[in-house]
């Protein structure tokens, strides 16, 4: 029998939702309804172009009416500030990839080089090296960006909000060694 004493300590104290949706099925929609409370219909993201408008309310905005520190990290492309995603967030940072070849995320322009970064990946993985451009930073940089937003504040008087929006359980999926614990 395996023994997790910290995932038992956080279930004694943590509440269960037995009926939670996503309420799209890709990121820029379903983080929008995160962060504003609304369905897709109603905050308008729902396509490629689309960004959250500077009229919808956001969780990060009454949060901070409400006299709350407001900040959030991010790794995924899709809630980038280019989408308005930083929206009534003191502080909002986008870690960037690092790309193969240097290329950007415009989806149209880097379908061949997401391919060929795909096929890379798989072989660099089989042969246990580390990738060659990695599709987005892992939990290692966003953590320590974190801890170190964490440690600035450590004084501060004010409640606090944190996004962060973390990309290792999504694809592409770079498996971590795991310790035992």
């Given at each position: 029998?395996i023994q997790t004493p910290n995932l038992d300590a956080f279930a004694g104290d943590a509440i269960r939702f037995d009926q939670a949706f996503a309420n799209a099925s890709w990121t820029?929609?379903?983080?929008?309804?995160?962060?504003?409370?609304?369905?897709?219909?109603?905050?308008?993201?729902?396509?490629?172009?689309?960004?959250?408008?500077?009229?919808?309310?956001?969780?990060?905005?009454?949060?901070?009416?409400?006299?709350?520190?407001?900040?959030?990290?991010?790794?995924?492309?899709?809630?980038?500030?280019?989408?308005?995603?930083?929206?009534?967030?003191?502080?909002?940072?986008?870690?960037?990839?690092?790309?193969?070849?240097?290329?950007?995320?415009?989806?149209?322009?880097?379908?061949?080089?997401?391919?060929?970064?795909?096929?890379?990946?798989?072989?660099?993985?089989?042969?246990?090296?580390?990738?060659?451009?990695?599709?987005?930073?892992?939990?290692?940089?966003?953590?320590?960006?974190?801890?170190?937003?964490?440690?600035?504040?450590?004084?501060?008087?004010?409640?606090?909000?944190?996004?962060?929006?973390?990309?290792?359980?999504?694809?592409?999926?770079?498996?971590?060694?795991?310790?035992?614990?």
């Amino acid at each position: 029998e395996i023994q997790t004493p910290n995932l038992d300590a956080f279930a004694g104290d943590a509440i269960r939702f037995d009926q939670a949706f996503a309420n799209a099925s890709w990121t820029r929609p379903s983080f929008a309804s995160i962060l504003s409370g609304r369905l897709p219909s109603s905050h308008g993201v729902m396509a490629k172009p689309d960004a959250l408008a500077d009229e919808l309310t956001t969780m990060p905005e009454a949060f901070g009416a409400a006299g709350w520190e407001t900040r959030g990290i991010a790794t995924n492309y899709n809630v980038a500030p280019y989408f308005n995603f930083h929206q009534g967030f003191d502080r909002y940072e986008y870690l960037e990839p690092n790309f193969v070849l240097g290329a950007d995320d415009a989806a149209a322009k880097l379908l061949l080089v997401q391919t060929l970064r795909r096929v890379i990946e798989t072989v660099e993985a089989k042969l246990g090296r580390v990738p060659a451009g990695s599709a987005y930073q892992d939990a290692s940089v966003v953590n320590a960006r974190l801890f170190e937003w964490l440690d600035e504040r450590r004084e501060g008087d004010r409640p606090f909000f944190h996004f962060v929006g973390y990309m290792d359980p999504h694809d592409p999926y770079y498996p971590h060694p795991y310790d035992g614990t």
